[in-house]
């Protein structure tokens, strides 16, 4: 078969489709920062992903976050376990701004009591004035080194670093720093619906937790 061919028959092999929103399976997390009164504020969202020790965040310009983080550079990204998406669920429809923003989605309400509202248990931090919700596995202390707006200027682009970590001792192999893999399922947002993670598949070469050449086996096309 020539590579025309074979290339054609890939190109036909898919669908050309506009979808509303690109989020193709990403993390869920909940962002702790401090309003103005002292108070804090809980926002969860779904584009945040991790470099280092650096973790990059998208959240919406005009919400009560980015607000707190033009004013106040720290924050708290809780990565919660999929056993909680109905309380993250109950923070969808509400926002922590006053008055609610012309831009956020119709039926967006205020409210100024997230914590109370979803359930979630307010525990404080050692490093950062925005405080920790206990009922999320993974923790992370952050200060922000860098908020840039989008090219869209509808969004906008948050460098944090983080300064201390927090793990469930049921999630960390006892005696290590390696938080166990098979002990930890984040809560994804797959197209505007909550998954967790299935059976694992394999481990990268680069794996400090490895199970054995019967998983490696898994991990190769």
Same mark, same amino acid.
């Given at each position: 078969?020539?590579?025309?061919?074979?290339?054609?028959?890939?190109?036909?092999?898919?669908?050309?489709?506009?979808?509303?929103?690109?989020?193709?399976?990403?993390?869920?997390?909940?962002?702790?920062?401090?309003?103005?009164?002292?108070?804090?504020?809980?926002?969860?969202?779904?584009?945040?992903?991790?470099?280092?020790?650096?973790?990059?965040?998208?959240?919406?310009?005009?919400?009560?976050?980015?607000?707190?983080?033009?004013?106040?550079?720290?924050?708290? @990204?809780?990565?919660?376990?999929?056993?909680?998406?109905?309380?993250?669920?109950?923070?969808?429809?509400?926002?922590?701004?006053?008055?609610?923003?012309?831009?956020?989605?119709?039926?967006?309400?205020?409210?100024?009591?997230?914590?109370?509202?979803?359930?979630?248990?307010?525990?404080?931090?050692?490093?950062?004035?925005?405080?920790?919700?206990?009922?999320?596995?993974?923790?992370?202390?952050?200060?922000?080194?860098?908020?840039?707006?989008?090219?869209?200027?509808?969004?906008?682009?948050?460098?944090?670093?983080?300064?201390?970590?927090?793990?469930?001792?049921?999630?960390? @192999?006892?005696?290590?720093?390696?938080?166990?893999?098979?002990?930890?399922?984040?809560? @994804?947002?797959?197209?505007?619906?909550?998954?967790?993670?299935?059976?694992?598949?394999?481990?990268?070469?680069?794996?400090?937790?490895?199970?054995?050449?019967?998983?490696?086996?898994?991990?190769?096309?």
């Amino acid at each position: 078969m020539s590579s025309t061919t074979s290339r054609a028959s890939t190109q036909s092999a898919h669908v050309t489709i506009e979808p509303s929103i690109l989020y193709f399976g990403t993390p869920v997390v909940l962002l702790s920062t401090e309003n103005d009164d002292g108070s804090a504020n809980l926002a969860p969202i779904s584009s945040a992903w991790a470099l280092g020790y650096t973790i990059v965040l998208g959240l919406g310009a005009e919400g009560q976050t980015a607000y707190n983080l033009a004013r106040r550079p720290q924050i708290v @990204i809780n990565v919660p376990g999929p056993h909680l998406w109905r309380r993250i669920e109950s923070l969808a429809g509400v926002t922590g701004r006053f008055p609610v923003p012309e831009g956020k989605p119709p039926g967006m309400r205020f409210e100024p009591d997230k914590f109370g509202l979803s359930g979630f248990t307010s525990v404080e931090s050692e490093l950062v004035n925005p405080p920790r919700v206990a009922e999320c596995g993974l923790q992370f202390e952050a200060a922000v080194a860098r908020a840039l707006p989008d090219v869209t200027d509808g969004f906008l682009i948050v460098e944090a670093q983080v300064l201390r970590v927090h793990a469930d001792p049921a999630i960390v @192999i006892p005696g290590t720093n390696h938080v166990e893999p098979a002990a930890w399922s984040p809560l @994804i947002y797959n197209f505007r619906h909550y998954f967790g993670l299935g059976h694992e598949l394999g481990f990268t070469y680069r794996s400090q937790t490895p199970r054995g050449p019967e998983s490696q086996d898994s991990h190769t096309d």
